[in-house]
């Protein structure tokens, strides 16, 4: 004959463990919700976030005299048809930011466009860069 483990009182030693089976099942459906709650973190997460709506890219620069360098870059929007301004800039040779210009980059047929901008430098400038775009133009930019 097989003994059954003696039953403690429950107020003294607390509830009996569950089955093997049983903590197996909870343990997996807990590992499931875990891992859905990530899927969809993550679906919301990109979608959220996915790409910008402009991107700006240096093309060229040149630099025109001790004050001035001429700034080409080039713009990716998702949507053409919007406005977009640019910040444009001018670094010294110690990498300080030596100059800034915003852009207005109107609509246009095309997703991509570029724009060459003089940005003025109070120090000898060594190159010219793009610090980024974006949609939310300014209205001084708009209507000057």
């Given at each position: 004959?097989?003994?059954?483990?003696?039953?403690?009182?429950?107020?003294?030693?607390?509830?009996?463990?569950?089955?093997?089976?049983?903590?197996?099942?909870?343990?997996?459906?807990?590992?499931?919700?875990?891992?859905?709650?990530?899927?969809?973190?993550?679906?919301?997460?990109?979608?959220?976030?996915?790409?910008?709506?402009?991107e700006?890219?240096?093309?060229?620069?040149?630099?025109?005299?001790?004050?001035?360098?001429?700034?080409t870059i080039?713009?990716?929007?998702?949507?053409?048809?919007?406005?977009?301004?640019?910040?444009?800039?001018?670094?010294?040779?110690?990498?300080?930011?030596?100059?800034?210009?915003?852009?207005?980059?109107?609509?246009?047929?095309?997703?991509?466009?570029?724009?060459?901008?003089?940005?003025?430098?109070?120090?000898?400038?060594?190159?010219?860069?793009?610090?980024?775009?974006?949609?939310?133009?300014?209205?001084?930019?708009?209507?000057?």
């Amino acid at each position: 004959m097989t003994e059954s483990p003696p039953q403690l009182p429950e107020s003294r030693y607390g509830r009996q463990r569950m089955a093997p089976a049983t903590r197996r099942r909870v343990a997996i459906a807990l590992g499931v919700l875990v891992l859905a709650f990530g899927i969809l973190v993550a679906v919301v997460g990109y979608q959220r976030f996915e790409g910008n709506d402009v991107e700006g890219s240096i093309a060229a620069y040149q630099v025109v005299d001790d004050q001035t360098v001429s700034v080409t870059i080039s713009v990716t929007r998702k949507d053409p048809s919007r406005p977009v301004h640019c910040i444009v800039r001018v670094r010294s040779h110690d990498g300080a930011e030596t100059g800034r210009r915003e852009v207005l980059v109107g609509p246009s047929d095309q997703k991509t466009v570029q724009v060459t901008a003089a940005v003025e430098s109070y120090k000898p400038p060594f190159v010219g860069d793009i610090y980024g775009c974006g949609t939310d133009v300014p209205s001084y930019l708009v209507n000057p």
